[in-house]
């Protein structure tokens, strides 16, 4: 993150969001799902540049450019008009997104953005990082902004709003894959079958990665099931991940499609990479922060 002189302009990143586990562990009157997750955060993201302007605006470059929807219901731009409204800020601020993460593939995304817009609104209009504002306009925006907001590996509770700090697994080497599916989290979410899952939370602050994998082995993602129904893509991704060399864990993200692979080392979750991206697969390799 950096700042230009004078608090004009701010660029920063929006780094993929992870669940290396996720339990639906019941359900609202108002049809929202109760979570149980442990939410990582991986050194693969989208960048943001944030400047002063006469009026709103969203510039929208990169790889997956073409799939984020444009116009004013875009979660970025309705992040800038509530935090303005919010704190009686003008809302003139001009966006550039370098769109480098799929979209709809359950790292974020749109969620992660929005939270990189109200960091950077904060610095530009000079509100304390720990402004209540700031927090209950990410929980307007959707279930995923306010961990995106905080950035740090999280216990995620209730719906995405519970939040307690996580244990510190910076420097896990990760392979993202995503077939090019887009997956909707409504849907994932009404195809779910079954009952609910305990909650799983453990107590260690700084497990290595054996340790992690024996942990996450009897945690898994509630929603893998229902979304390799919807998009097939999903379980040949996961079962290709679990065979590349060095790969320790494969688990699905969020609603999906994305996938991940725990590895042994950079190099080995690089070689993985180069493979996966021959199937014609999104695949980024990087360390959790
Ligand atoms: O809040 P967000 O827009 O990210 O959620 C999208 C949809 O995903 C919700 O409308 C809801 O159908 C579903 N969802 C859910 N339980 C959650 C989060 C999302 O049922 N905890």
Redesign the pocket.
């Known amino acids: 993150m950096s700042m230009a002189q004078g608090g004009e302009v701010w660029s920063g990143t929006a780094p993929a969001k992870v669940n290396l586990y996720l339990h639906v562990v019941g359900k609202r009157d108002d049809?929202?799902?109760l979570?149980d997750s442990l939410v990582v955060f991986a050194d693969v993201s989208d960048a943001l540049t944030l400047a002063r302007a006469d009026a709103p605006s969203l510039a929208v470059s990169g790889p997956f450019a073409g799939a984020v929807p444009a116009g004013d219901d875009n979660l970025v731009l309705r992040a800038v008009r509530r935090l303005a409204a919010a704190t009686g800020h003008p809302d003139g601020i001009a966006i550039t997104l370098d769109k480098r993460l799929p979209v709809a593939a359950g790292i974020g995304g749109g969620?992660a953005d929005a939270a990189a817009v109200l960091r950077g609104l904060a610095r530009i209009w000079d509100l304390a990082a720990d402004d209540p504002r700031l927090r209950e306009v990410a929980a307007g925006l959707?279930?995923?902004v306010p961990v995106c907001l905080d950035g740090r590996t999280a216990w995620l509770g209730g719906?995405?709003e519970r939040l307690d700090p996580g244990p510190d697994l910076a420097g896990i080497p990760i392979l993202l894959v995503n077939p090019g599916v887009p997956l909707s989290?409504?849907a994932v979410?009404k195809a779910r079958q079954g009952g609910f899952s305990p909650e799983a939370r453990f107590a260690e602050a700084r497990p290595g990665l054996d340790r992690l994998c024996r942990l996450l082995a009897d945690r898994g993602n509630d929603l893998a099931e229902p979304a390799g129904r919807l998009v097939p893509a999903v379980t040949e991704v996961l079962a290709a991940l679990a065979a590349q060399p060095g790969c320790r864990l494969s688990r699905m993200s969020g609603s999906g499609a994305t996938c991940f692979g725990l590895f042994d080392s950079p190099a080995a979750a690089r070689a993985a990479a180069s493979v996966l991206a021959g199937h014609g697969w999104w695949a980024a390799a990087g360390a959790l922060l």
């Open positions: 049809g929202y799902h979570l969620s959707g279930a995923d719906v995405g989290t409504p979410f």
